[in-house]
């Protein structure tokens, strides 16, 4: 069984999102919401919820440098 290398999350993972060339992932907390910036991801169009699909096209070209 072949597996795809992701980004890794937190335990409390909500989801990852890209805002202006940078990569987020938002985690909950005890007292709510959270947010932490991972990577500049440059090139890569805003997008609200990251697939898959995009967190491994992500990993292959910028984890892999």
Do not use: Q
């Given at each position: 069984m072949i597996t795809l290398k992701t980004i890794?999350?937190?335990h409390n993972h909500d989801h990852f999102w890209i805002?202006?060339?940078i990569l987020y992932e938002s985690y909950n907390t005890i007292r709510?919401?959270?947010f932490?910036?991972?990577k500049e991801v440059p090139g890569m169009p805003d997008?609200?919820?990251c697939s898959e699909e995009c967190l491994e096209y992500m990993y292959k070209e910028y984890y892999n440098e």
């Amino acid at each position: 069984m072949i597996t795809l290398k992701t980004i890794p999350k937190k335990h409390n993972h909500d989801h990852f999102w890209i805002e202006d060339e940078i990569l987020y992932e938002s985690y909950n907390t005890i007292r709510g919401k959270r947010f932490l910036a991972i990577k500049e991801v440059p090139g890569m169009p805003d997008e609200e919820r990251c697939s898959e699909e995009c967190l491994e096209y992500m990993y292959k070209e910028y984890y892999n440098e």
